[in-house]
């Protein structure tokens, strides 16, 4: 059974950075693409980042392109969301997900799902 588990979450000023990182077991990590999706109160869930099975290629939302970046390891089961110059419109709660093989940035697309951790910026 696949599992993640998100961490690294907290609360921040403006312009702040935080690392998030997602830990996987349950799977062949090196074969699932990996994505980071968020969730404001009163929104639907939306796409952040999303990298491919190797970490080749790596794919972001328009609203955080430049400030953020999407890393894992696979000899670690690990992937990473590295998050700089964060913003008040950046607070959600972050959720890491997985699919196996192709890349995909929508949620419907991923089939397992972490807890999410809490991300707030404040002003």
């Known amino acids: 059974q696949v599992r993640l588990v998100e961490s690294g979450g907290g609360l921040v000023q403006a312009g702040d950075s935080l690392r998030l990182s997602c830990a996987a077991s349950g799977l062949t990590f090196s074969v699932y693409t990996m994505g980071w999706f968020r969730q404001a109160p009163g929104k639907e869930r939306e796409f952040v980042a999303t990298?491919?099975?190797?970490?080749?290629?790596?794919y972001y939302a328009d609203s955080v392109k430049g400030r953020f970046t999407i890393s894992r390891d696979n000899a670690k089961n690990t992937v990473y969301l590295q998050m700089n110059s964060l913003k008040p419109e950046d607070t959600a709660v972050y959720y890491c997900a997985a699919r196996q093989w192709v890349v995909a940035t929508t949620p419907a697309d991923f089939n397992s799902w972490g807890q999410g951790t809490q991300v707030t910026v404040s002003s």
């Open positions: 990298i491919s099975r190797s970490g080749g290629n790596t």
